[in-house]
């Protein structure tokens, strides 16, 4: 078994810049077992994604994932492939079913209404006042729920990032009760209130006519809004940052031609899904490495996407990348459901910027969330002021 003494994914170093440590680890210590993790970390590329490929050898790690109902039975990953799959389509079918271009348009309109309440203020954090207030307003839509306070949804996802890291979190359970309570409110109050669109009405519907249980609706629910929020909330965050320290990138996504695969290439090179696990289902071998069954196995996505077997100038942000199959919205049967959604945020979030009477800057020392599963910043001090 080889080791890695050296691997502190919690450290400050780690936290700024996570991608020299990843690019050692690939060339020295491709796939070693961490005990601070609790994992078998897996860095590269071929590897990750031919683990996310094969859920007969590998399943979704229960440790990780956002279940609001405690009971087993009723978790998403408890059902059978076919169950799945038709969970999935009903999922697919409700995102292709909604007018994008309408949502578009009603993403930039929040998006102009947000910019024009902070335009003045010689400071405000962007996490708070633009990526948690546009998360929710596309969640809330998506979904067809009425939004809640932005605080509550920043607290829940913060508590969701601590889950996702597991083992490194260390534990908290009164922490962990909170949140389960407050997230299994806002989904209770969901599934009781009339809706007239978006897809907490489609799953409601279909679901006792599938003969799906209201926990795994729930848990499917807890799923999307996790998805959805967190990783629109950090995104936004880190692409705003990449475009105030790079101008010149800045400057290049005016072209709508560079804009779609500008965003791509940013979700390689600094994505905020930097990790997932899964635990695997019977002993196999990873590169001659032998996983004992029921061991989980740690996907550095974040390692992977940028692997130089891969991705030539893996260490580059090349925006008209081509082809460019990075892993940050996963790959196979449990790859991304709302990848759609969240390029359109990040597209509207780059023309409002363009469009704005000023550009964005820092006014003071951003700060990251301290967890390593989920990449982005608790706070980004910012102004539109000169
Ligand atoms: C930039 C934005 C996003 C990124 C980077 C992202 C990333 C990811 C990744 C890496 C996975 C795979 C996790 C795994 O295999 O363990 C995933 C799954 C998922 N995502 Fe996203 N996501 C984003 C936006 C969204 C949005 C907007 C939604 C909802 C509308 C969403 C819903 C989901 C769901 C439901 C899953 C689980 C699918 C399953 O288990 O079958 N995501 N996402």
Not at 54 to 61: A, I, K, T
Not at 191 to 200: A, C, D, E, I
Not at 303 to 326: G, I, M, S, W, Y
Request: aromatic fraction near 8%.
């Amino acid at each position: 078994m080889s080791s890695a003494p050296d691997f502190d994914p919690l450290s400050p170093a780690m936290l700024e810049n996570p991608y020299p440590v990843y690019a050692e680890l690939q060339a020295k210590h491709p796939v070693f077992w961490d005990e601070k993790v609790g994992a078998w970390v897996v860095t590269r590329y071929d590897d990750c994604r031919e683990i996310l490929m094969d859920s007969e050898r590998f399943v979704r790690d229960p440790r990780r994932v956002s279940e609001v109902s405690t009971e087993s039975e009723e978790s998403v990953q408890a059902l059978d492939r076919k169950a799945v799959s038709e969970l999935r389509r009903l999922v697919t079918g409700s995102i292709h079913a909604q007018d994008l271009e309408q949502i578009g348009r009603s993403v930039r309109a929040s998006i102009d209404r947000i910019f024009e309440g902070v335009a003045s203020r010689p400071s405000f954090d962007w996490m708070i006042e633009v990526g948690a207030r546009l998360s929710g307003t596309i969640t809330a839509d998506f979904l067809g729920v009425t939004e809640p306070d932005p605080q509550v949804f920043k607290t829940i996802v913060e508590g969701m990032a601590r889950k996702f890291d597991a083992d490194l979190a260390g534990d908290d359970p009164e922490a962990e009760r909170r949140v389960r309570e407050a997230f299994g409110g806002l989904i209770d109050g969901w599934l009781g209130s009339p809706q007239t669109h978006g897809t907490v009405l489609t799953l409601k519907n279909r679901a006792e006519e599938m003969g799906v249980h209201v926990g795994v609706v729930k848990n499917l629910i807890g799923l999307l809004f996790i998805g959805s929020f967190g990783t629109i909330f950090a995104s936004s965050g880190s692409f705003a940052f990449m475009l105030m320290e790079r101008p010149d990138v800045f400057d290049q996504l005016r072209d709508p031609r560079l804009l779609g695969s500008g965003i791509e290439e940013f979700l390689r090179f600094d994505g905020p899904s930097q990790a997932t696990s899964r635990i695997a289902k019977r002993t196999t071998e990873v590169r001659g490495v032998t996983i004992k069954e029921g061991d989980p196995v740690f996907i550095v996505l974040g390692a992977a996407n940028r692997d130089p077997d891969q991705f030539p100038r893996p260490q580059e942000l090349v925006l008209d990348r081509a082809p460019n199959r990075h892993l940050s919205f996963g790959w196979g049967p449990h790859s991304c459901l709302g990848s759609l959604f969240g390029q359109l945020a990040l597209g509207e979030l780059a023309r409002a910027l363009h469009d704005a009477p000023a550009p964005l800057r820092l006014t003071g020392t951003p700060i990251r969330l301290p967890t390593t599963t989920v990449r982005s910043f608790a706070s980004l001090p910012v102004t539109f002021q000169a």
